[in-house]
C-alpha cells in the first residue's frame, strides 16, 4: 500500500526549500517534486512543511495521486513505476489509443461488432486528415474538426456518421479520465460544443414493387451442375427476408433451434436489441409458402443453430455479401436491375403501407423499429399475432392475388433468352412444385408446345393444393439440356 507525505529535502542557496512529495511503496521511498517552495518561516521546528497554501495544494494532490493508484492494482509496482504512473497521468492522451481501446470493447465486452466498424472507419478517417496515427486529445479544437468536416460533406452519409461517431468516443473519453466532483481534468478541451455537424443525405427508396418482387422470384436461376447453387441458396434466402416482414439476413445467420416454436420464429433484433428496453424482441408465424424453404437448412439435431449457413460462411456480414453476389447473379442471368437483400425488406414495408394500407405505426412495429409511443408502450402489452396478419396479407397480395399481368401467357416476357420450344420427337419432363415440392411429375414425348405441357401439369395438381395458391410448373426438354419454370396460380392462371 502506497502512502505519501508532503516534505522538504536540501535548502537552496537562496534560503528556500523546494517542496516533495515522498511515495513509499512496499518499503522503498522516491520524490515528486511540487511547483511549490517555502522558507523557514513555512516550516515547523521538525522541519514539516506549514505553510497553509502550500499544505493544501499538495493535499490535493496527494488526493488525486490516491484516487490514481486505487484504480490500479499496483501490489507488485515497485516504487519508481508507480511514481511514473502518477506523473503521466497528467500528460496528453492520445485519443488513436483510446478509439481502438473503445472499438475493441464495443466488440468483445459489449457484442457490437458490427457497429465498431464504423467507429473505427470513423477514426482511422479522422487520422488521415492529422496525419498521424498518434492523434492527441490536445489537437481537437473547434477549427479542426470543422476542417475535418468539410472533407465529408461531398460524401451522402460520412458526413454525419463519422463525426457522430468521433464525439461517442470523445465524450466516453472525457467521462473516463474527467472526474468534475474532484476537479482532476486530463481532457482539456472540448470542440464539440461549437461544432455543428451536417445530417446525412436522405437515401434513394430501395423498395421494389409488387410486380418486381413477383418477377424476380418467378425467374429462373442460372443453370449449374451443383445441388445447391449459391443463386438458389440467395433466392431461398431473399424469401425468407420478404416473408418474414422484412428480417435482417444477420438474424436468419444467428438464429438458434430455441428461436423456433413450432413454427412462430422468436427473435431479438441484433441490430438494436443492445440499445432498447425491449430487447428488439419479435415473434411472427412462419407462412406456409416459406415452411418447406426454411425446411431446406435446418441442421441436424445435435447443432445449436437453427439454419446451416454457419457450416459455410466464417459470419454474418459474409452470409450477407455472398446472398447479395447470388441474387445479382440471378438478375444478371433474367435481364433484371440489380438488387441486394436490403431491397426485400424495404419492399415490404412499402407494400404493407401502400398496397395493404397497414398504418406507419403497425408496419414499423412489424419491422421491428423502436417505437416513438415509448411510454404508452410500457402500459400495453405487444400483440405480436398483428405481425403475422399484416405478413399474411403481403404474401398473399404479391403471390396470390389476382392481377392481368400475373398469368404469364408468353414465356418471353419473364424469360429474356428465346422462347422455349418443344416438338413431338423430343423428351419432354415436366413437373408440379408445391412449396418448394416436387409433387407430380412425368416423362415423355409427343407435345408440340408449351401449353400443351402445361395443360397436362394444370390437370394433376392435387385438390389439396388451395385455390390462390403459387404453383410451379418446370419444363425439362432432356434432349435440350434445358428448363423452365412457369409460375401459375391455382384458378386463375389455369
Not at 508532503?6 to 516533495?20: A, E, H, L, T
Not at 482511422?124 to 492527441?136: Q, V
Not at 396470390?400 to 420427337?425: A, C, G, I, L, W
Request: proline share 4%; glycine share 4%.
Amino acid at each position: 500500500m502506497a502512502t505519501f507525505k508532503i516534505c522538504v529535502r536540501k535548502q537552496r542557496s537562496d534560503g528556500f526549500y523546494p517542496v516533495y512529495i515522498r511515495v513509499t511503496h512496499n518499503r522503498k521511498s522516491s520524490y515528486i517534486k511540487m511547483d511549490k517552495m517555502v522558507d523557514k518561516k513555512g516550516l515547523t521546528r521538525t522541519g514539516e512543511v506549514k505553510d497553509p497554501f502550500v499544505v493544501s495544494f499538495c493535499s490535493d494532490v496527494i488526493m488525486r495521486y490516491v484516487e490514481r493508484a486505487n484504480k490500479e492494482d499496483i501490489s507488485q509496482w515497485d516504487v519508481k513505476t508507480l511514481v511514473e504512473y502518477l506523473e503521466k497521468a497528467d500528460e496528453d492522451i492520445c485519443f488513436s489509443d483510446y478509439a481502438r481501446k473503445y472499438k475493441r470493447e464495443m466488440e468483445t465486452v459489449r457484442g457490437m461488432a458490427r457497429n465498431a466498424k464504423n467507429y473505427e472507419l470513423a477514426y482511422c478517417h479522422l487520422e488521415r486528415f492529422a496525419g498521424t496515427s498518434k492523434l492527441m486529445f490536445s489537437r481537437f479544437t473547434t477549427k479542426f474538426i470543422n476542417d475535418w468536416i468539410k472533407t465529408l460533406l461531398p460524401t451522402a452519409r460520412a458526413k454525419e456518421m463519422y463525426p457522430v461517431n468521433v464525439r461517442q468516443i470523445f465524450k466516453a473519453a472525457i467521462n473516463e479520465f474527467n472526474d468534475y466532483d474532484r476537479g482532476i481534468i486530463r481532457i482539456k478541451t472540448n470542440p464539440w460544443l461549437k461544432v455543428k455537424i451536417p445530417n446525412a443525405d436522405t437515401p434513394d427508396h430501395r423498395a421494389l414493387d409488387a410486380d418486381f418482387v413477383r418477377e424476380f422470384f418467378a425467374t429462373p436461376i442460372p443453370p449449374t451442375k451443383m445441388i445447391l447453387s449459391l443463386p438458389e441458396l440467395a433466392r431461398d434466402v431473399a424469401l425468407m427476408v420478404f416473408c418474414l416482414a422484412g428480417i435482417n439476413t444477420v438474424d436468419l445467420f444467428r438464429a438458434k433451434k430455441s428461436n423456433l416454436k413450432g413454427w412462430t420464429f422468436c427473435y431479438n433484433r441484433a441490430k438494436t436489441q443492445k440499445f432498447r428496453r425491449d430487447k428488439a424482441y419479435m415473434e411472427i408465424i412462419v407462412p406456409d409458402i416459406l415452411r418447406p424453404v426454411m425446411e431446406k437448412y435446418f441442421t441436424p439435431d445435435d447443432d445449436e443453430f437453427l439454419f446451416n449457413f454457419h457450416k459455410t460462411y466464417r459470419d454474418d456480414d459474409s452470409f450477407n455479401a455472398n446472398m447479395n453476389s447470388g441474387l445479382k447473379r440471378i438478375c444478371k442471368h433474367g435481364g433484371l436491375n440489380a438488387i441486394c437483400m436490403y431491397n426485400f425488406r424495404h419492399s415490404w414495408g412499402t407494400i404493407a403501407r401502400n398496397d395493404i394500407k397497414a398504418s406507419m405505426y403497425d408496419v414499423a412495429f412489424c419491422m421491428n423499429h423502436s417505437s416513438a409511443h415509448k411510454t404508452t408502450e410500457i402500459y400495453v402489452r405487444p400483440d405480436y399475432s398483428i405481425v403475422s396478419e399484416i405478413n399474411n396479407k403481403v404474401i398473399d397480395f404479391v403471390f396470390n392475388q389476382k392481377k392481368e399481368e400475373m398469368v404469364y401467357e408468353d414465356p418471353v416476357k419473364y424469360y429474356p433468352d428465346d422462347q422455349m420450344k418443344t416438338s413431338f420427337r423430343q423428351m419432354i419432363k415436366g413437373s408440379v412444385i408445391y412449396q418448394g415440392k416436387e409433387i407430380f411429375s412425368f416423362t415423355d414425348i409427343g407435345y408440340n408446345n408449351i401449353d400443351e405441357i402445361i395443360k397436362k401439369l394444370a390437370g394433376h395438381v392435387p385438390s389439396f393444393v388451395p385455390d390462390g395458391a403459387k404453383v410451379d410448373f418446370r419444363i425439362d426438354n432432356l434432349d435440350k439440356g434445358e428448363y423452365r419454370i412457369f409460375m401459375r396460380q391455382k384458378g386463375k392462371g389455369f
